[in-house]
Structures are given as structure tokens and as C-alpha cells.
């Protein structure tokens, strides 16, 4: 991976163009970026990846149309919450990315197995099983989580908690200035975008 500091609500957004294309017209599409989004630290090429492809597992859960929302928010998981979650999870602040379709969801023994490697819910020949279980080893090697919440008939929501952010003197680029003896610090880390 080649991680680097992301604003995952720009990000989202400007996956927008080709996740409506990709899901088609029978999906509706929406994106709800939260205000003041904190930075997480992820490789950009492999979290577009996850999300397209969660989107396309979306759209199949939808042969007859329906929805699809990803969300953008920041998260602060206390030592109360990581308890009731299934696997291990630093408390602190994340970035949360919620994924949410109102497909034909999936029973609580399926939704336990989803990451797993070669497990499939289509049918021989539609799918392989190694989108979901290739999403979950990106996302944990970002230091995040990912888990899925789903009812039959009602649809699915995949929640993936980015590990936020925080500039440091240590992190921060120098940028040269115009006299080569000269070098100073920019903090980097507020909204501005540098080209």
C-alpha cells in the first residue's frame, strides 16, 4: 500500500461519476459527507477499489433497482463500544464510511462469513469470493475495520472506521522556498489543498 493523508469525503465524491455508471439506472445513487471531516491515512487507489467493488456487490443484491448511500463521518469509539464488536478494535477517532443498500440482505450466519476467502452468496460462476475478503485485508492493513450489518429483505450496510489522521512536525512535507537556503514548515493538515 502507499498511504498518504485522504479526505475521504473528496474522495467519495469524486468516485460519484463512476459508481452511478457502474451501478446503473435502475439504483439510485447518493453520497452524505459529514462537516468537518477529519483525514485518514489510506492508499487512495486501494479504498476507490473497496468502494467500488462494495458498490458493485450493492447492485447485484439489487437485481430490481433500489438504493445506494455512502456516508462520511467522523467517529470516536469509546472502550464501551469496541467491547460489543466482535473483533479486536483500538478505541480512538476514526473516519467512518458507511455503505448502505436496500437489496435483498443477508441472514446473520452469512453476514458473519462475507470476508471470508472463496465464500460466495451467488450462484456457481457469478462471483469467486475473493471481493469481500480482499476488502477486509486492505482495510485492516489501513489499520481500520469493516463489518457488515444486514436483514433479509430489508439490505446491508457495510461500516468501515479509517483510523484518523493527525499531522505532526514529523509528517508534515517541507516545501522548498524560492531561495534554496531557506526551507520552511507548512501545516498541511486543515483544508487547504496544495498542487
Known sequence: LDPRPVDTGRLVTGLADLLQRTLGETVEFETVTGAGLWLTHVDCAELENVLVNLAVNARDAMPDGGRLTIETTNASLDEAYVASIPEPVAPGQYVLLSVTDTGSGMDEATARQVFEP???????????????????????????????????GKGTTFRIFLPRHVASENNVPLIKAETPEVEKKRDLSGTATVL
Do not use: H, R, W
Open 118 to 152: 472463496f465464500f460466495t452468496t451467488k450462484e456457481v460462476g457469478k462471483g469467486t469470493g475473493l471481493g469481500l475478503s480482499m476488502v477486509y485485508g486492505i482495510i485492516k492493513q489501513t489499520g481500520g475495520y469493516i463489518y457488515a450489518d444486514s436483514e433479509v
